[in-house]
């Protein structure tokens, strides 16, 4: 989708700059982590359910919490030992534009690979029911997201098509935010996530106050993907949501095992995580999020290459370091899947 110049967003080529503080190293075992989102959203989710397949063969894959989609991106482009972060699509088709533009934005961005394509996460905008239209936040008190979040890209986004100009853009988490709008401190607050997230489904957010505004503006619904929250997905909903929504990302590095030590060592976690996804597909549908049910493995963003060592992990003669306890064959479906996602990446 098209990403338009946003003076408000100058300043990401200045965070892209900023190294990330290395994560310390374990001697048991070589460190693995990723970097997901805050304690309440999606990601963070998705990361336990991905290291949840390591921990069934013994090893350990470190579910980081972070500001969000840029902080991931850095993190997984400059932190040592963090092979995996989520990211939203617009942020990653943001850096692709301005890329060739800007040195520091191609310096941020080299090396780094897709390993995974994964799921729609909606736009919700809680506000107070004087908020009626996504126009009536002109000249009303918005929260955006903090500023290495992809929450703040979208939000930041979405207001620039519309022309839209807040009384106030605080850059606050979806935490502060919730509590910012039930004290009556702000008007309504911008939260990408995969639904349903676990801020929205307590029975805390009062109906008769707050409701997620509908987002049918046609320049939205061309730019980004029309969907819906259905009805019944939180407590306070009184129907279903028009929304839009980005897709989430599996990112990593390109690991050249010949490097040195640590390359190779990364390249097998990278391969191994691969391997476990694409083997226990069905299992991850079971009995993680409910986004997993919609989760095309095949659904790769254009413009970006998949890492090498993925490619490695998805071949049907690789050997796993991580073999899960016990071992379950691989059955006849996810077989063909993997054959599909070969055939979409060319492994």
Not at 13 to 42: D, R, S, Y
Request: charged fraction near 20%; proline fraction near 6%.
């Amino acid at each position: 989708m098209p990403i338009h110049p946003l003076s408000a967003l100058k300043p990401l080529a200045m965070a892209l700059a900023v190294l990330v503080a290395p994560a310390a190293a374990t001697a048991q075992e070589f460190e693995k982590n990723i970097l997901t989102g805050g304690p309440t959203g999606t990601y963070i989710q998705i990361g336990r359910d991905i290291a949840g397949l390591l921990e069934n063969c013994g090893q350990t894959l470190n579910v980081r919490e972070s500001a969000g989609s840029l902080e991931n991106f850095l993190g997984v482009r400059q932190r040592r030992s963090t092979q995996f972060g989520i990211v939203q699509s617009d942020v990653l088709e943001y850096l692709q534009t301005y890329s060739a533009q800007d040195p520091e934005i191609q310096r941020a961005i080299d090396g780094v690979r897709i390993a995974f394509p994964l799921y729609d996460e909606e736009v919700h905008i809680l506000a107070s029911r004087e908020i009626e239209t996504t126009a009536d936040l002109s000249g009303a008190r918005v929260a955006v997201g903090v500023e290495d979040s992809g929450t703040f890209l979208t939000a930041t986004l979405m207001l620039d098509l519309l022309d839209l100009e807040p009384a106030e853009r605080l850059t606050i988490g979806p935490d502060a935010s919730l509590e910012r709008l039930r004290a009556g401190e702000i008007d309504a607050f911008f939260y990408v996530a995969g639904a349903p997230t676990a801020i929205f489904t307590g029975s805390d957010i009062d109906p008769e106050k707050f409701h997620l505004l509908p987002i049918t503006d046609d320049v939205l619904r061309t730019v980004y993907t029309p969907t819906e929250i259905a009805a019944g997905t939180y407590p306070f909903q009184d129907g279903a949501v028009e929304v839009v929504a980005v897709k989430a990302v599996l990112m990593t590095y390109e690991y050249n095992p010949r490097r040195n030590d640590y390359h190779a060592q990364s390249c097998i976690a990278v391969s191994d995580v691969a391997n476990l996804i694409a083997t226990q597909f069905d299992t991850l549908k079971e009995t993680g999020h409910p986004k997993w049910q919609k989760v095309d493995l095949g659904d790769i963003p254009p413009g970006w290459d998949v890492s090498n060592c993925v490619n490695t992990g998805l071949s049907p003669s690789y050997a796993s370091s991580c073999v899960p306890a016990p071992v379950v064959p691989e059955n006849q479906t996810n077989t063909v899947y993997r054959q599909r996602i070969c055939d979409a990446i060319g492994c």
